[in-house]
């Protein structure tokens, strides 16, 4: 496989990371996940915007983010995904110093830049059935904005996800859903959408927004507003929503079947639009 490293495509085996980088160390970076069907990148300028704006937060200097849309199609293409269904991964680390200290390195420390392409199967069968949720207390920083590799909270969930049968962990804070592990929720009331305000305790999805403006054509008025876990099971509808996940049907949170235990039919809706945005 060949990948993008510190401004070189090379075979990934010649990838070498100091001990010493900030992401190793730290968790000190962030990262990006973009969907390419058929060779073709999804949203890929929302996609660098958040990049963009996750390495201002943070302060880090990465490289000019414009640069990964010809990077990220060499990738796909060396890698022979042109003509199927993939996905990009890229990471910007503040780079390697020494010795270890939290204050950060010297200005002229060079980012380590990371990218590669790999091939991406679509949940096909998940989006027909549906999946079961569970709620797990949001244990995370208050800057989920910021699409950072420190993901242990979020990895945590996901693995208690998965013991229990389900196919993501939704967190709660302070008694509200806010989101998944790698998705943002949102639920049907009365044949409105509603999801978690956009803020410092969200990842502003990529997916959601495109979901927002499917909404907005088919006339399904869409609300930013906290849903209380107490509320849950007043909800028509669930779904979460991701890059990797499109538009996923949830007919179970923790022991509460969702309407009939089947996907909704709005969930379907959206669903089948945005399919039709990305094939
Ligand atoms: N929320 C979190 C915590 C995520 O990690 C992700 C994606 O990885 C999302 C939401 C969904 O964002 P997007 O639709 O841009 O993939």
Redesign the pocket.
Known sequence: MIVYFNNRFIPKEEVKISPDDRGFLFADGVYE?IRSYDGKLFRVEDHLNRLERSLRELRIKGPDTKNFKTIADKLIQDNHMGNGDAALYIQITRGAATPRKHVFPDKETPPTVYAYAYPFQSPHEEWKKGIKVILVPDIRWTR?DI?SVGLLP?AMACQQARENGAGEAVFVRDGVIT??????FCAIFDKELVTYPKSNY??A????KVVSEICRELNIPVREFPIFEKDIEKADECMV???TTEVMPVVQVNDHIVGDGKPGPLTMKLQQAFRERVT
């Not at 989101?179 to 943002?184: K, L, Q, V």
């Not at 999805?205 to 959601?208: D, L, M, N, S």
Request: charged fraction near 15%.
């Open positions: 996940v989920c699409k979020n989101e998944g592990s790698h998705t943002n969200i990842l999805g990529i997916t959601r929503l991701g890059t």
